[in-house]
């Protein structure tokens, strides 16, 4: 069983910044690719970005030139870099990990919230 543990939310202002942190159990080099998610209250989860295990990285429209994914394969660890946060920001954001076989592996979340 793989654990991913976000780490970096917490209440910010408007044009603030962040970076969540996810941790993986294991070499994140066994995931094809690795992503965060978020859900809002009464939305559904989506995509806001990716990244392959050779660095490519994609984004949801929402935010790209604000949001940057990132990864250290010797920490194992993948990040995402928050910057000119919006109210509309606010969500719980989630930590995914596909490896090439069995999968997908959640984390359990971590709370940003975007607020003045």
């Known amino acids: 069983q793989v654990q991913l543990v976000e780490s970096g939310g917490g209440l910010v202002q408007p044009g603030g910044s962040l970076q969540l942190s996810c941790a993986a159990s294991?070499?994140?080099?066994?995931?094809?690719?690795m992503a965060w998610y978020r859900q809002a209250p009464g939305k559904q989860r989506e995509l806001v970005a990716a990244?392959?295990?050779?660095?490519?990285?994609n984004y949801a429209d929402s935010v790209k030139g604000r949001f940057t994914i990132s990864r250290d394969n010797a920490k194992n660890t993948v990040y995402l870099q928050i910057n000119s946060l919006k109210p509309e920001d606010t969500a719980v954001y989630y930590c995914?990990?596909?490896?090439?076989?069995?999968?997908?592996?959640w984390g359990q979340g971590t709370q940003v919230t975007v607020s003045s």
């Open positions: 990244i392959s295990n050779g660095g490519s990285a």
């Open positions: 995914n990990a596909n490896p090439y076989y069995g999968g997908p592996y």
């Open positions: 294991r070499s994140i080099l066994t995931f094809y690719n």
